[in-house]
């Protein structure tokens, strides 16, 4: 399959020849969200915690007699059905949330999120990405000669301290290598930017 290839100009520089395996696929809905929600339950901390009925402020005195109230029996205020009374079933720091992906799984729903990408006409190519001064404007001036103006995300071989500086205080623009490139990022943005030489790594961890 060939990319559309543009230079750091927006200017169409032919094509770059992809791998039909990764950007051709056809697309798995199913993969892709089983995908997504997996890496977004291992990314979940598990910190949130609730107390049970023992660990809550209260007092062992029962709050009124047995008989003769017409109320239901009471023995303590930290019954679950009482207002301030501890959970049931409560959060605990240590639940796990994670969920187990294949490595062949991933690799197959990554390759479909970026066929659906290039199907879609929201994969972009550049020959290269050079930013000659860490400056935030040089970058936005780059992207928007590209006809890039919404949400991206760029995928760059090596990042270099000039470009990294560049991209961090864009807030519509994330700057990843192309191992570190995650579902939930990919399907989030608007637009991909990858450079020529992104493409082939990204051919060679997952075709």
Do not use: C
């Amino acid at each position: 399959m060939d990319l559309k290839l543009i230079n750091a100009q927006g200017q169409d520089a032919g094509a770059v020849s992809a791998s039909d395996a990764v950007f051709a696929r056809d697309y798995n809905e199913a993969l892709v969200h089983q995908l997504v929600t997996a890496y977004m339950a291992n990314a979940r901390t598990g910190d949130r915690a609730q107390m049970t009925r023992a660990e809550v402020r209260h007092s062992t005195k029962k709050p009124f007699k047995q008989k003769g109230t017409g109320r239901a029996r009471a023995g303590m205020t930290s019954s679950p059905i009482w207002r301030g009374g501890g959970r049931a079933f409560p959060n605990k720091p240590d639940e796990n949330f994670s969920q187990k992906v294949n490595r062949k799984m991933f690799r197959a729903g990554i390759a479909t999120i970026f066929s659906r990408l290039a199907q879609d006409g929201r994969l972009t190519v550049v020959d290269s990405l050079v930013i000659e001064a860490p400056k935030t404007k040089i970058l936005a001036g780059k992207l928007k000669e590209m006809g890039i103006s919404n949400r991206v995300l760029i995928i760059a071989h090596e990042i270099d301290e000039n470009l990294w500086l560049s991209s961090r205080n864009l807030p519509n623009v994330l700057l990843l290598e192309p191992q570190h490139a995650d579902p939930v990022s990919l399907i989030r943005f608007d637009r991909v930017l990858m450079t020529r030489d992104a493409v082939k790594s990204i051919e060679e961890m997952y075709a």
